[in-house]
């Protein structure tokens, strides 16, 4: 069974073979049918194996590149990728020129697919996340050339589904951090266990993980430059759009002002000028002066100044008519004769 695998033999030419082969796993006990372990049936048995043995002598190049094509495929799948020091085993001009067994050559190469498949096996949890890490990546990569896009707001045919897209690749980005802390511990312990390094497609995987960080960290702090920029470029616009306003409002504080000095002196020219509440007031306190003054100034017989006479009430003036008439009456010509 092995050499017609090997040998990619038909089925037809395995149906003359299937009343023996379905005996291949039983038991001597358990062989019933007659014949079914005679001389003949083993001669025919026996010449079917020479015959794909010589089959296999000479399709042994083939095989061998089947083989190596079957290896390269589960190291593909593997991301062992980059590792050929195993080449130089398995070189079919060795074969040709008889150097190497082929049978020899052949057993090397299944026992190196073993090998692999186990490696692929122990790789499996690590090349899973590998992969949603690198997903998130190429979302990431595609978000920011959305977010560059100023037409990506416009209500276009399908810029639903974009705004629907970059909602989810933005939840994913945002995954991401948590994503590689929990790889790389996964790697960390990957290669303390087996004590060799965690290589996908020939690169070491701490590697690349530390150099995602740093470009994202390189990133982030290109944003932050940008966003601080922004700010101060937008602060230093207020503060020019204020200082203009400023400019601009005392400036036509001064020409009001010029205005209406104008308008006061036109008015100063045609009608004259009106004396201000202030001019009033000090002539007003001028006038209320002088008098006191002038009655200060004026002084008495006896050296003492002379009071102004009080304002004459009703009853001094009666009083003062009496004394007039009294004095006419002594004075008169006939009280002297």
Partial sequence: LELWNLMDTPIEEQQSFQNITCNIAASEPEITEANALSIDVMNFVEAE??????????????????KQTELEEHRRRAHLVGDEHYATQFNIEAIEAGAIDPSLLLEQIEAYIATVKEDAFSRKDILERVERWLNACEEEAWLEDYSKDDNRYNAGRGAHIMLKRAEKARVLVNKIPGIVDVLTNKVIAWEKERGTE???????????????????????QEKKRQRVFIFCLTFSALVSVFICGWYLMCEQLQDQKKLEDQFKAEQELLYGSKPSPSSRSNSGKKLTRNPSAGTNRRLSVGGGPVRTPKSLTPQSRSVRSAKKTEDSGTLSPGKFT
């Avoid at 965690?198 to 470009?215: A, E, K, Q």
């Fill in 198 to 220: 965690f290589t996908y497609d020939g690169v070491s995987l701490l590697s690349m993980l530390d150099d995602y960080r740093i470009v994202r960290e390189e990133k982030e």
């Fill in 49 to 66: 194996v020479l015959r794909l043995e010589q089959l296999k002598v000479s399709k042994m190049k083939d095989l061998v590149l089947k």
